[in-house]
């Protein structure tokens, strides 16, 4: 455990940025690990819409750990987005992930933004990481701020102050999805003395860019998961019209492989 | 419950082939629903895989009425891909049957391909299909030979002889995906007195195409599931790889509103 958690830890430090796809059930992470990635997170928007349930309503505590225990017996590291970690209580987001650590789990993401759609005060996400580092040390806290997603006045100052505590109370690493531009992450990664994971966004700065910018991790968040409910109504469309096919999908077999050899 | 059944079996004979695109958890028979498909079926692929299990092994009992469950919350009719009824005791089987159909299932699917890859003897099948109509005679049962899809010797005369015992036991639509040509599916159409369903096939034979032969159902199986598949690794390579996405995704709030859509 503390070794897979190393190797996870090490891919924040490499010449490129650690490209974390992020998967929603067993077969997204089985494909993903299939093509090579040594790492992977979890988009909590498909695992909640996956299972019927809204995102960011703190809905999804169960299914995390079944897909965590499903994810534990692919070739895989795999971290985790618990939201704001499903409780108030610091004590209750620790004892939460450290069971999602038993199953394998080697990082987490924990956000301040709250299911009525504002900021908690820092104090709260402070107190969470703190205690997840307390409760499981080896693991990777990824502490994420809301503060542009959310909207609020002034969110490059409540960035840099959120980051700075959840940084000082532990936090391995820092993620700002939805910095404007490239001058902002430039100044993020410039004011924040740890690993800064930005969000990939289409049309937006390629791997290499927010590589050279010295950002370390680069999550997809929903995107696989929204481009895949695309490409099912994309090309159900297409036979509902007599059009081609945009996509060559893998085979029966091929899929049925994912599985066992997920199954070792 | 008898309207929906109704309403689904009326499907099957309309003036074009009924679509019957195929669903594997709540996102995608939510965005299914929301592209105005008036009935879905499983792919079993699909339902298997996202839970870590494999396909054609009866291991999916389960998952099948969780998502029973949650697509009885959308506005679409259900049809479940039940392989070959998970028990060799026809009563089990009209029973679990009778299980999804409480939970407002409208048809399913029964095969009579085996979890070691042979055919069950025809009166094995047959007896599940006159169980599950004696037991919820409402529903749509439809009873697939996969003769052709487990390779075995004179395919035609054994699915002619199979489709015929299913029908006379009160199958109310046939299921024969695999047929290799359109000659074929034409001598099926012919020889088979009840609608049959064909499995869509990129390259093969369109919708308008299908219908002309006198085909009522056309399924698309695991093929969503596996271009969904395709959709996440494709992406997730072009990111790496600093190309540009082949698909537009839908936007957080889209997805979001699926799974409120389905929570009325």
Redesign the interface.
């Known amino acids: 455990m503390t070794d897979r958690c190393a190797a996870f830890r090490a891919l924040h430090h490499a010449a490129r940025p650690l490209?974390l796809?992020n998967a929603w059930?067993?077969?997204?992470a089985?494909?993903?690990a299939a093509?090579g990635?040594p790492a992977i997170g979890t988009t909590s928007?498909?695992v909640?819409?996956?299972?019927?349930?809204?995102?960011g309503a703190a809905a999804t505590r169960g299914e995390n750990l079944v897909l965590a225990r499903?994810v534990a017996?692919l070739p895989v590291l795999l971290s985790v987005d618990v939201e704001a970690g499903f409780s108030d209580d610091p004590g209750a987001v620790a004892a939460y992930v450290a069971e999602l650590a038993a199953l394998g789990v080697v990082g987490v993401n924990v956000e301040d933004g709250r299911t009525d759609g504002t900021l908690a005060e820092p104090g709260v996400t402070v107190a969470k990481v703190a205690a997840i580092k307390a409760a499981v040390p080896e693991l990777f806290v990824n502490a994420r701020t809301d503060a542009w997603w959310l909207g609020v006045p002034d969110p490059l100052e409540q960035a840099l102050r959120r980051t700075r505590a959840y940084r000082d109370a532990g936090a391995d690493g820092i993620f700002v999805p939805g910095a404007p531009d490239v001058a902002t992450i430039r100044l993020l990664v410039g004011e924040i003395a740890a690993p800064l994971n930005v969000l990939?966004t289409?049309g937006g700065p390629?791997?290499?860019e927010l590589g050279r910018l010295g950002v370390a991790r680069?999550s997809?968040g929903?995107?696989?998961?929204?481009?895949?409910?695309?490409?099912?109504?994309?090309?159900?469309?297409a036979?509902?019209s007599?059009a081609a096919?945009?996509?060559?999908?893998?085979?029966?077999a091929q899929?049925?492989r994912?599985?066992?050899a997920?199954?070792r």
């Not at 909640?48 to 995102?55: I, N, Q, R, V, W």
């Not at 096919?245 to 029966?252: N, R």
Request: hydrophobic share 45%; net charge negative.
């Open positions: 490209l796809p059930d067993h077969a997204s089985a494909a993903l093509e990635h928007l498909g909640a819409a996956a299972s019927g349930k809204p995102d499903l017996r990939y289409p390629d791997l290499d680069v997809t929903s995107l696989l998961f929204r481009v895949a409910l695309a490409a099912v109504t994309g090309t159900v469309d036979i509902r007599g096919l945009a996509v060559e999908p893998p085979s029966y899929v049925q994912l599985t066992a997920g199954g």
